[in-house]
């Protein structure tokens, strides 16, 4: 094979991959992480895969958002617990739709690093 039937072949290949057959097409896609939330969201344009020229494409904006709290326990002898709130949402053409899940747990930190022992490494 030359180089000139490799070219023709890459030509053919970028010039399909350029034609863009799927229904799907993906406006947008973020994802923002601090130290408390977590936010994910993607806008999709889905177009209907029949022949109909007048069929209007429906837009679709998914995501997801997530925050935590650390709370305070009220006595001494309890630990510490964790509020986290996750939101689902999705907006399309039927209206915004949201689920929440909330939950509290207790908060699990790693005895490894408490205060003493970062003494004793530093000295």
Known sequence: ?????????LLLLCGYIKHNYAATKVFYEFHIREP??????????NTPNNNETEVKP????????????????????S???????TAFYTADENGYHVTYNV????????PQLNGVTLKVIVG
Do not use: W
């Open 103 to 110: 939950s509290i747990q207790p908060a699990v930190l790693d």
């Open 1 to 9: 094979m030359d180089i000139s039937q490799l070219l023709c072949v």
């Open 58 to 77: 429906n837009l679709i904006i998914t995501g997801k958002h997530t925050s935590s709290v650390l709370l305070d326990s009220k006595d001494e002898n």
């Open 36 to 45: 408390s939330t977590e936010r994910n969201e993607t806008a999709v344009l």
């Open 79 to 85: 630990p510490n617990s964790v509020y986290t709130e």
